[in-house]
């Protein structure tokens, strides 16, 4: 007797496909949705988070705090290769150190000053930051031993200086100094000179900038955690330390890129939230129409009704066909909607790997990290929602024609 439910139920939508496809519609954007909202909420965190990893991987980084008029910090304020080495040595999780150090200056281009800025760095700078390098090679320890008199340029300066040549071993005068090219750079994310690195950057090792100009101090002090759960204890050890080496009136601000990841996870959780409700208002609506359709059809098989139970159908054999077709209309709307969903970042992924150099040239992004993961456990929620929204909404007109009188039913034209 199943088995002949599952008959009928199946021939009856094969007779009314147009009305059983336009009454699927609803159901397919709707599970569509669900699948789609959780992608872009996935897929948005994840470039955030990369493009703040771009920028460096668990980055704390201090610099002296100016609050007040300039005679308020001394020169025993500032942050030394001294307080590099104790973060160093002193904290146990951090795996790199770094500090910079600043200068503007000018270059002369085809007999016009340009500025650049001028940046000493120590050696783990270039692997906190994460530089690019597209071509030479990055400074190395021999160079900072030496204090060898040569620099890395960023992309655009190697443009204009260089124009349609090679810089890699070429001379390039920065004020009065004069430095030999071994790389060419950029960042690999762009911080849109919100960081040392400028659009127009000579970067040096801090050991000849500090010989050229006789100061020690670094400006900004970076550290590397070795973990992102360890960024905040080091946060917080790195400021102990800066303060324990100065005098008690110096003041540090020590910051990390917590906040950010922390931001955009809220960001991505409001948006998730706010998408799965239209997805579920989605749903609402397709299953108030599945059973709109479904009292429609109730009242259009009123007589076949009355014929199945005069020849011994049950009223629970007619509920469950009815409700059979009302999750059939549904189940294939989720799986047609799922489909859809899925494909969509498949295609979105193939159609940017295959313009992935011209997408990297035009905004300055890597691609790769550009990925569209799908959840295969919001996909078995759309499923099981969405079959659920056809057996809630199906009940109603299932037990209408279940509870219909044989007699009356007969006698319906």
Known sequence: MRTETWMVALDSLRANKVRAFLTMLGVIIGSACI?????????????????????????????????????????GDEITLADMEAVRQGIPQV????????????????????????????????????????????????DMETRAKVCVITEDLARVVFPGGDPIGQTVRVGEFRFTVVGVFRERVSTFGQSEIK????????????????????????????APEDVIPVTRQMEEILESRHRAGAAYDVQNLSSLLEAAGNISLALTIILLVVA????????IGIMNIMLVTVTQRTREIGIRKAIGARKREIMYQFLLEAVMISGAGAVVGIAIAVSIPTLLQGGITLVSRAFEADLGLDPATLNFPISWLSVVVAFVVTCMTGVVFGYLPANRAAKLPPTESLRYE
Not at 113 to 127: A, S
């Open 35 to 75: 699948v789609l909202v959780v992608t872009v909420a996935l897929t948005g965190k994840e470039f955030i988070i990369g493009q703040i990893e771009g920028v460096g991987s668990n980055i704390v980084y201090a610099m002296v705090l100016r609050t007040g008029p300039q005679q308020l910090t001394t020169l």
């Open 280 to 287: 579920f208002i989605a749903l609402t609506i397709s299953g």
């Open 95 to 142: 795996m790199e150190v770094a500090g910079t150090r600043e200068i503007p200056m000018t270059v002369v281009v085809e007999g016009v000053e340009r500025p650049v800025n001028l940046v000493g760095i120590t050696e783990g700078f270039q692997r906190i930051r994460n530089l690019l390098f597209t071509a030479g090679r990055p400074l190395d320890a021999v």
């Open 199 to 226: 659009k127009e950057t000579v970067v040096a090792p801090f050991t000849l900038m500090r010989s050229l100009t006789g100061e020690e101090w670094i400006r900004v002090l970076y550290a590397q955690a070795a």
